[in-house]
C-alpha cells in the first residue's frame, strides 16, 4: 500500500546539467529545513507522467521551474495553476516530449489538479548542457524560495518555519 500523499508538497523543477534549467531544483535545494517535517520538498526531472504521479492527492502544491518568456533573465513569475492554463511555450525546457504544463493540464482533465496548485518560474538565460546557473538565475534562488515560503505561510501556516535565510 503506498503511503498517504502529502497535504503540502513542494516541487522543484529541472535538469542539473543544463545550466540554468536546474533553477527550480535550486530552489527546492534552498527551502530544505525551512519548511515544516509535514511539507515534503522534492527534486524533479519534470517528466510529465511521472510530475503528475508525484503531486497526485496532495492538496496544496508548489512547483518551480525556469522558464522562457521573455522577460529578464532571473524575473520570478507566479501562476496559480488551479484558475488558468500556465502561459503557452513559456515551459517547453523539458528534454521530454511533455513536461510541467502538460502534466498541469492532464491533472486538471482528469479532475485531479490539487486544491491549491501554484507555479513559481524563473525567467532562464543559459541552458548549455554541462554548464551551472548564470548570474542572475542564481541570485533569484532566493528569492523565488522566499516567495515560496510567504506563500505557505499565507495558506499553510503551519507548514512553514520562520527562518529568513
Given at each position: ?21 536546474d ?80 502534466a ?24 548549455r ?37
Amino acid at each position: 500500500m503506498a503511503p498517504p500523499a502529502p497535504d503540502c508538497l513542494v516541487i522543484g523543477i529541472g535538469n542539473p546539467g543544463r545550466g540554468d534549467d536546474d533553477a527550480g531544483r535550486a530552489v527546492a535545494r534552498w527551502l530544505r529545513g525551512q519548511v515544516a517535517p509535514d511539507c515534503r520538498i522534492v527534486e524533479h526531472d519534470g517528466e510529465a507522467a511521472s510530475l503528475f504521479a508525484t503531486f497526485e492527492g496532495a492538496a496544496t502544491v508548489c512547483l518551480i521551474d525556469a522558464c522562457v518568456s521573455g522577460a529578464p533573465a532571473g524575473t520570478v513569475r507566479r501562476f496559480d495553476a488551479v484558475t488558468a492554463p500556465l502561459p503557452q511555450g513559456a515551459f517547453g525546457l523539458s528534454t521530454h516530449r511533455l513536461g510541467l504544463a502538460e502534466a498541469i493540464e492532464l491533472a486538471r482533465a482528469l479532475g485531479q489538479l490539487p486544491d491549491r496548485c501554484v507555479v513559481y518560474a524563473i525567467e532562464g538565460l543559459s541552458f548549455r548542457p554541462g554548464a551551472q546557473l548564470s548570474p542572475p538565475v542564481t541570485a533569484a534562488v532566493p528569492l523565488a524560495g522566499r516567495q515560496v515560503l510567504a506563500e505557505l505561510l499565507r495558506i499553510l501556516p503551519r507548514h512553514a518555519t520562520t527562518s529568513t535565510r
